[in-house]
């Protein structure tokens, strides 16, 4: 699990420290276009109904300007995780098969676990806690 600081540092690639503040958080269902800034949802916030991720694929939000993906990779099992490449940085939406693609230099990522399947991309996705709540699918980070 990382901490909203590590999905930010994560995405942008540098360890910057983002000021936190309190504030009913602003959740998204966005295209591939979002770009990350820095977060304000004091979790746990809900994000999807369960029927939204189908299994084996997986959906991009944006939470308060951070892009994180929901997966199913297995019925009733679902995860979360940044959606910014640790390759360079693109925002990925495109989950099938229980893989990960990055659309800008093709690196895949497990839906499972984050870890890198194969490249370029040179680490695994940060993690966001998830939950579910009856048909609710709530993040945390
Ligand atoms: S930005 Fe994802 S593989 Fe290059």
New binding site residues.
């Given amino acids: 699990m990382i901490s909203r600081r590590g999905v930010i540092a994560s995405a942008v690639g540098v360890s910057a420290v983002a000021a936190l503040t309190a504030c009913t958080p602003e959740v998204t269902d966005l295209g591939n276009t979002a770009e990350p800034s820095a977060p304000t949802a004091s979790g746990p916030v809900a994000v999807a109904k369960i029927t939204d991720i189908p299994i084996g694929s997986g959906k991009k939000f944006d939470v308060d300007g951070t892009p994180i993906l929901i997966t199913q990779p297995r019925a009733g099992e679902f995860r979360g995780f940044s959606a910014v490449?640790t390759?360079?940085?693109?925002v990925?939406n495109n989950v099938a098969n229980s893989e990960i693609k990055?659309d800008?230099?093709?690196?895949l990522y497990s839906a499972d676990d984050g870890s890198v399947i194969s490249g370029?991309?040179p680490r695994a996705l940060g993690k966001v806690e998830v939950t579910v709540d009856g048909d609710d699918i709530l993040v945390s980070f």
């Fill in positions: 490449c390759h360079a940085g693109y990925m990055c800008n230099h093709g690196a370029p991309a």
